[in-house]
């Protein structure tokens, strides 16, 4: 058993920036990737970045460059680190863990407007 509970998540103008937090229960780091979803109203949810147990690293082409995800393994945490913000990224954020089960977060709602 596993909680996942996400954090950073608010409003900001366009260009802006934010760093959400996921904080997990446990260090499950060593077997799961960890992931960061997001669904907009209307959208499917969709992958937004992963990193795995050996700290590689994927983003969706729309956040390359602007979004980093990273880990603190002491504090059993994951980051997304959001740069250059834009009106399309209001969504709601979930943290995801990945391995011998599955866990998500309850998420986190970013909201980018003028």
């Known amino acids: 058993q596993v909680q996942l509970v996400e954090s950073g998540g608010g409003l900001v103008q366009p260009g802006g920036s934010l760093r959400l937090s996921c904080a997990a229960s446990?260090?499950?780091?060593?077997?799961?990737?960890m992931g960061w979803y997001r669904q907009a109203p209307g959208k499917q949810r969709e992958l937004v970045a992963t990193?795995?147990?050996?700290?590689?690293?994927i983003y969706v082409d729309s956040v390359k460059g602007r979004f980093t995800i990273s880990r603190d393994n002491a504090r059993n945490t994951v980051f997304l680190q959001m740069n250059s913000l834009k009106p399309e990224d209001t969504a709601v954020y979930y943290c995801?863990?990945?391995?011998?089960?599955?866990?998500w977060g309850q998420g986190t709602q970013v909201t980018v407007s003028s």
């Open positions: 995801k863990g990945a391995g011998p089960y599955e866990y």
């Open positions: 990193i795995t147990s050996g700290g590689s690293t």
């Open positions: 446990r260090n499950i780091f060593s077997t799961y990737a």
